[in-house]
């Protein structure tokens, strides 16, 4: 395939940025589309420019770097993959493909392509952990009973790789569902239930900290998220944060 790539090109931080064209050719449909930029950061370095400054690390779908809105869509044009996962089968010879970053106030733009997401880890350090007796006498997690729906849905909830999607889809660039996953991962679980009225609302009150904005039920996060996280998850983060301003010591 030989392609017109349209690219967000931006020195630093500060830069404007502006969209630049670039030509690539013999492009294989069975390429990731990273590996597609791959191709042509080679051509520009061998030409002497500078390469496109890209977030990758796994490229196997599970670490949540690769953050890359491709053609107006969070991930590209398919469904339930990250852009690491998108393969070059989902377009066509003679495409000009838009590639720009995610686009939100709280995740700034770093270079080009690359995003400042360190607001997700500071929600993250404000409650996503359970503390854990280490004593010598912790019970073994086995040994508690947990329902079976309930396991299901909090690993469900723990698929979230954090990558910022639902964010940068987001009309009002949300966190909601990033952190209705985090919530729903430990609320469901007894592990989770001793910190949950903390956890709640200290990774909400962050949330709001950084900037994100709120949650008007679109439902387009839900959409474009690799992992399918659910708006339940939300619903459940809205209930917790309901309970514990209620009942707030
Ligand atoms: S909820 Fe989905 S889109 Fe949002 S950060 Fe988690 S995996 Fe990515
Ligand atoms: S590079 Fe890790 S999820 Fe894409």
Not at 73 to 81: I, Q, S
Not at 209 to 222: P, Q
Not at 229 to 237: D, E, P, V
Request: glycine share 8%; hydrophobic share 35%.
């Amino acid at each position: 395939m030989d392609l017109v790539l349209k690219i967000w090109r931006q020195k630093d931080a500060e830069d404007k940025g502006k969209m630049v064209a670039y030509n690539v050719t013999d492009i294989s449909e069975h390429m990731s589309f990273l590996e597609m930029l791959d191709v042509l950061n080679e051509q520009l370095v061998s030409s002497g420019e500078e390469p496109v400054a890209f977030d990758h690390d796994c490229r196997e779908g599970i670490c949540g770097m690769c953050s890359l809105y491709i053609n107006g869509e969070a991930h590209g044009p398919d469904r339930g993959v990250t852009t690491c996962q998108l393969h070059m089968r989902m377009f066509n010879d003679g495409d000009t493909i838009f590639i720009e970053p995610f686009r939100a106030k709280a995740f700034p733009v770093i270079k080009d392509l690359v995003v400042d997401r360190s607001a997700f880890d500071r929600i993250q350090q404000a409650g996503g952990y359970i503390s854990v007796n280490t004593s010598g006498n912790t019970q073994d997690a086995n040994a508690i009973p947990i329902p079976k729906p309930d396991a299901d849905e909090a690993m469900d909830a723990a698929t979230c790789i954090g990558c910022g999607a639902c964010v940068a889809t987001c009309k009002n660039s949300s966190a909601m569902l990033f952190v209705g996953a985090k919530v729903s991962q430990y609320a469901l679980l007894p592990q989770g239930k001793v910190e949950a009225k903390d956890r709640v609302m200290n990774m909400v009150n962050q949330m709001d900290k950084e900037g994100f904005g709120n949650c008007t039920n679109t439902g387009a996060c839900e959409v474009e998220c690799p992992k399918g996280i659910s708006l339940t998850t939300i619903a459940r983060m809205n209930r917790e944060y309901l309970s514990a301003s209620v009942t707030e010591d």
